[in-house]
């Protein structure tokens, strides 16, 4: 008999553990951080060398759902992407303007949180999606258009965007964290110049896509859909 009831005790115990440590399965988050881009290629340009893309400001929000299988510290997750950053093109020093983007994406991925009794987690995740773009002429087209009384207008395509992720983060309390985010931003865009005066407009030649992969570093808080209770340890 006394075999049995400890048996029977442990077996509660277990349970009764098991049960606490997930409470909610499923739980949503919302991140937003900033930093800076950082060009990817080897050039702006792919036939002119000296071409560049300067590091630049960048910013994004990240919402997203997670699914947190029963007993498992790893969840995965569905979410969305909305940034922004911009990259001014240069060539042997001279600015011919700023690319603009704003990628809109979605992505999926997992997590792993709470590594042992710390409070530390990691996210990868894999996006895709549209980037919308506009170019900002810079000082030096600004100056050929003064000395010869034109318009320079570069017109940028849209472009698809993959986007690979990851994120290292720490809980600042029940429901803040506050993270690391490296990503790498693949896409090349498409560009057409044309120069306009005496009431004619024509086509400049073709330069070539847009290299704009970029690398880029940010920090940010996130926002945690979830209660103490709710969150797991092991």
């Known amino acids: 008999m006394k075999d049995i009831t400890i048996i029977i005790v442990v ?26 881009s950082l060009m990817a290629a080897e050039h702006a340009i792919k036939d002119y060398t000296q071409t560049k893309f300067e590091t630049g400001a960048t910013y994004c929000f990240t919402p997203a759902y997670h699914f947190a299988p029963s007993l498992s510290s790893i969840a995965f997750h569905i979410g969305g992407y909305v940034g922004h950053h911009s990259m001014e093109l240069t060539e042997a020093g001279q600015s011919f303007g700023t690319l603009n983007i704003t990628p ?25 999606g549209q980037a919308f773009t506009s170019f900002d002429n810079g000082a030096f087209i600004r100056s050929i258009e003064r000395e010869y009384g034109v318009t320079v207008n570069v017109n940028t395509d849209n472009s698809f965007v993959l ?11 029940n429901s803040i964290s506050l993270f690391g985010q490296g990503q790498l931003l693949l896409q090349n865009v498409g560009n057409h110049w044309t120069m306009s005066g005496n009431n004619q407009t024509a086509p400049m030649p073709d330069f070539g896509d847009f290299q704009a992969s970029s690398m880029q570093l940010l920090i940010g808080l996130r926002y945690w859909g979830f209660d103490e209770a709710d969150r797991w340890t092991y």
């Open 104 to 128: 809109v994406m979605i992505f999926l991925g997992f997590g792993r949180y709470e590594f042992g009794n710390s409070e530390a987690y990691l996210r990868m995740d894999l996006g895709f």
């Open 11 to 36: 077996a509660l115990t277990l349970t009764v553990h098991a049960q606490g440590q997930v409470v909610s399965n499923n739980f949503f988050s919302l991140g937003v951080s900033g930093g800076f």
């Open 163 to 173: 986007d690979l992720h990851g994120e290292v983060g720490i809980f600042l309390s």
